[in-house]
């Protein structure tokens, strides 16, 4: 009966193990370490191989404003917006400054330059005649000078030693001499070169209708661009070749003067190579219809004209023979 009162007593014990689990979140904060540290690096090289330019550039971009940025507006170093671009003009030390390019003091510039390089070519040429016993010999026949146009070379006549055959283009031997050891050296400028010949004023017995001293100046200046070629002057240097005759004499108060035959090599500079290739682009629609002329096709009437065709040209009389001995 007294084991029966005895109460139960049950002693519950907590079982002792690990720890609880705590999941994964620590996993995803080191993913975002390791991502963020890939990235600075990942900058850090983009910023040793990017050039000093780029930099700036990418500087000037984070100070712009927003506004400024999307729409359109000026640069950092350009005040012209309404609205300023924020921060300093990369190129500049101090403050914002719009740079402002002279260009006439730029042109002025490259001009000088051309010339200084134009006279240490004349300078060579007259060191390449004092050192050589061939054309050292030809030195008064030779003329150097600086002009508007650029270096002028002229091989001139004398009384008894003609650069060219009587009334012709054929040259003398010592004359290709002179051009050829010319054109070597004028491979050292990129300046393109014109050459035009010249005569005296004795004329042919048939006058201007026949071969006169026009073809004879153009014929002798193109048999001239022959021998400079020949020498080792590049052919796209040559930008005009011309025949003037008598029409620009050396000696204007003697116009038989045997130094008005010569061949004037022009070294141009870039104001005349400029003004010949813009001259050239403006008559190009004038040489389309006069092309179109020469081809039978009808140019465009001008207002009040008839519109039709030129009539052909009568063809050229045969070459006459000078009407003096000494015509060169």
Same mark, same amino acid.
């Given at each position: 009966?007294?084991?029966?009162?005895?109460?139960?007593?049950?002693?519950?014990?907590?079982?002792?193990?690990?720890?609880?689990?705590?999941?994964?979140?620590?996993?995803?904060?080191?993913?975002?370490?390791?991502?963020?540290?890939?990235?600075?690096?990942?900058?850090? =090289?983009?910023?040793?191989?990017? $050039?000093?330019?780029?930099?700036?550039?990418?500087?000037?971009?984070?100070?712009?404003?927003?506004?400024?940025?999307?729409?359109?507006?000026?640069?950092?170093?350009?005040?012209?917006?309404?609205?300023?671009?924020?921060?300093?003009?990369?190129?500049?030390?101090?403050?914002?400054?719009?740079?402002?390019?002279?260009?006439?003091?730029?042109?002025?510039?490259?001009?000088?330059?051309?010339?200084?390089?134009?006279?240490?070519?004349?300078?060579?040429?007259?060191?390449?005649? #004092?050192?050589?016993?061939?054309?050292?010999?030809?030195?008064?026949?030779?003329?150097?000078?600086?002009?508007?146009?650029?270096?002028?070379?002229?091989?001139?006549?004398?009384?008894?030693?003609?650069?060219?055959? *009587?009334?012709?283009?054929?040259?003398?031997?010592?004359?290709?001499?002179?051009?050829?050891?010319?054109?070597?050296?004028?491979?050292?400028?990129?300046?393109?070169?014109?050459? $035009?010949?010249?005569?005296?004023?004795?004329?042919?017995?048939?006058?201007?209708?026949?071969?006169?001293? =026009?073809?004879?100046?153009?014929?002798?200046?193109?048999? /001239?661009?022959?021998?400079?070629?020949?020498?080792?002057?590049?052919?796209?240097?040559?930008?005009?070749?011309?025949?003037?005759?008598?029409? *620009?004499?050396?000696?204007?108060?003697?116009?038989?003067?045997?130094?008005?035959?010569?061949?004037?090599?022009?070294?141009?500079?870039?104001?005349?190579?400029?003004?010949?290739?813009?001259? #050239?682009?403006?008559?190009?629609?004038?040489?389309?219809?006069?092309?179109?002329?020469?081809?039978?096709?009808?140019?465009? /009437?001008?207002?009040?004209?008839?519109?039709?065709?030129?009539?052909?040209?009568?063809?050229?009389?045969?070459?006459?023979?000078?009407?003096?001995?000494?015509?060169?």
């Amino acid at each position: 009966m007294a084991d029966k009162e005895k109460s139960v007593i049950i002693v519950r014990r907590p079982k002792k193990g690990g720890h609880g689990h705590h999941g994964g979140a620590w996993k995803i904060a080191y993913a975002d370490f390791v991502t963020a540290m890939m990235a600075f690096f990942l900058l850090m =090289w983009l910023l040793s191989s990017t $050039s000093k330019a780029k930099l700036e550039g990418i500087a000037e971009y984070f100070k712009t404003p927003m506004k400024v940025a999307m729409n359109g507006g000026s640069s950092t170093s350009e005040r012209t917006s309404v609205i300023k671009g924020g921060g300093a003009d990369p190129m500049q030390k101090i403050g914002e400054v719009r740079k402002v390019v002279d260009l006439d003091s730029v042109k002025s510039e490259i001009e000088k330059r051309e010339k200084a390089q134009l006279e240490a070519l004349k300078q060579r040429i007259e060191a390449a005649i #004092d050192a050589n016993p061939l054309l050292k010999q030809f030195k008064k026949q030779l003329l150097l000078d600086i002009t508007a146009e650029g270096l002028r070379i002229q091989i001139v006549d004398e009384q008894n030693r003609p650069m060219f055959g *009587v009334a012709s283009a054929s040259l003398q031997p010592y004359t290709r001499d002179i051009l050829r050891e010319i054109g070597r050296m004028l491979n050292d400028v990129p300046n393109r070169v014109g050459l $035009s010949g010249h005569t005296d004023s004795a004329v042919y017995a048939s006058g201007e209708r026949g071969y006169s001293n =026009w073809e004879l100046s153009a014929d002798r200046a193109n048999a /001239s661009r022959r021998e400079l070629v020949q020498g080792g002057m590049q052919e796209a240097k040559v930008l005009r070749v011309v025949g003037l005759s008598s029409a *620009v004499p050396l000696d204007k108060a003697d116009p038989n003067n045997p130094t008005n035959r010569r061949i004037s090599i022009i070294v141009m500079n870039k104001r005349t190579e400029e003004s010949i290739i813009g001259e #050239d682009a403006k008559k190009e629609v004038d040489s389309a219809a006069a092309a179109g002329e020469a081809l039978g096709v009808a140019a465009p /009437s001008a207002p009040g004209g008839s519109g039709a065709p030129a009539a052909p040209a009568a063809p050229a009389a045969p070459a006459a023979p000078a009407t003096k001995e000494s015509k060169q």
